[in-house]
């Protein structure tokens, strides 16, 4: 829902063109609406992964993680995004939250990134942060998981007593498989989002 000055002339001649557009959030649609689009045009949705299930497989290959029953699920991006916060702090806030949810809740933590490489031998992005936040983390109730298609991450979502985020799709996981979810919002555009 943020754009810059200069891409106005493009946005508004997708807008005259295009036949139907679709908005995730309300703010995107009044955005449009602003723009000049026509209002029998615009309809606002929701997100595309708000339509993925997991089917066997994906919860088989969760069964094979042998992971335990009573977890909280995680998903966080590498850093915090913005220059408020060092990526320390950043990473022990989180580390932090992580070990007093796991004392209230009796629960380990599974940490899942949303970014990063499916090449085993590669580790990047979110599996960095991932591993710096089990790294900074009090006790061994906390495991990092690989990359996995977004329908495991849902069954994986699913067994979970709670999930908590700063990334976007996982908060739209939470919901979706009926799970408790905190969305942390890092920056603007990740709070219009998540809302």
Request: contains cysteine.
């Amino acid at each position: 829902p943020v754009f810059r000055e200069i891409k106005l002339p493009l946005i508004q001649e997708i807008l005259e063109y295009a036949s139907c557009l679709g908005a995730r959030e309300r703010k995107s649609k009044q955005i449009m609406l602003d723009l000049g689009a026509s209002p029998d045009r615009v309809t606002h949705g929701m997100d595309d992964a708000a339509l993925l299930s997991p089917n066997a497989d994906d919860h088989e290959r969760i069964d094979r993680l042998l992971l335990p029953s009573n977890f909280i699920i995680g998903s966080f991006a590498a850093h915090a995004g913005n220059p408020s916060m060092t990526t320390n702090q950043y990473t022990g806030e989180i580390a932090k939250t992580l070990d007093r949810l796991k004392q209230e809740f009796d629960a380990d933590v599974v940490l899942v990134p949303h970014a990063g490489s499916m090449d085993r031998t590669v580790r990047k992005d979110d599996q960095i942060g991932n591993d710096r936040i089990l790294a900074a983390m009090t006790d061994g109730r906390a495991i990092g998981i690989e990359m996995m298609s977004a329908r495991e991450v849902i069954a994986l979502t699913s067994r979970s007593i709670l999930s908590l985020s700063t990334r976007y799709h996982p908060t739209v996981f939470g919901p979706l498989a009926g799970v408790p979810s905190i969305a942390l919002a890092l920056n603007y555009y990740s709070s219009v989002r998540m809302r």
